[in-house]
C-alpha cells in the first residue's frame, strides 16, 4: 500500500523558518511530479510548489523568493523549505505525488499526503 508521510509542520514567528519533508512509502514503480498545496477554512486548495522528476519547478508567485522545493529520488521523498514565513502562509500544507504503479504511463496514480499543519504567529 502507498501512503505519503509528511512531518515538518508546527508553529514559527513570522520571519522565521520551517522545513516540511514528505516520503513515499510502500512498493512503486516510478514517481513523476511532485508538489506541495495549501488549504485554509473556507477556501479552496492552492498550489504552492511542484517539482519534475528532473528537478524542474514550478512556484507561487506568493511565496516566490521565500519557498524552495526539492526532491530526492533515491530516497522518494520532497521537501519544502519555508523562509521569512509570513501570518498568510497559516495552512494545511499536504503533499502530492503523481507516481506508476507499472512501466505504463497511463497506471499513473494522484497520491495524497494526511496534511501536515504549519501556523505562523508571534
Known amino acids: 500500500q502507498v501512503q505519503l508521510v509528511e512531518s515538518g509542520g508546527g508553529l514559527a514567528q513570522p520571519g522565521g523558518s520551517l522545513r516540511l519533508s514528505c516520503a513515499v512509502a510502500?512498493?512503486?514503480?516510478?514517481?513523476?511530479?511532485m508538489g506541495w498545496y495549501r488549504q485554509t477554512p473556507g477556501k479552496q486548495r492552492e498550489l504552492v510548489a511542484t517539482i519534475t522528476t528532473g528537478g524542474s519547478t514550478n512556484v507561487a508567485d506568493s511565496v516566490k523568493g521565500r519557498f524552495t522545493i526539492s526532491r530526492d529520488n533515491a530516497k522518494k521523498m520532497v521537501y519544502l523549505q519555508m523562509n521569512s514565513l509570513k501570518p498568510e502562509d497559516t495552512a494545511v500544507y499536504s503533499c502530492?505525488?503523481?507516481?506508476?504503479?507499472?512501466?505504463?504511463?497511463?497506471?499513473?496514480?494522484?497520491?495524497w499526503g494526511q496534511g501536515t499543519q504549519v501556523t505562523v504567529s508571534s
Open positions: 510502500g512498493s512503486i514503480w516510478v514517481i513523476n511530479d
Open positions: 502530492h505525488a503523481e507516481i506508476q504503479m507499472r512501466p505504463a504511463r497511463s497506471s499513473a496514480i494522484d497520491f
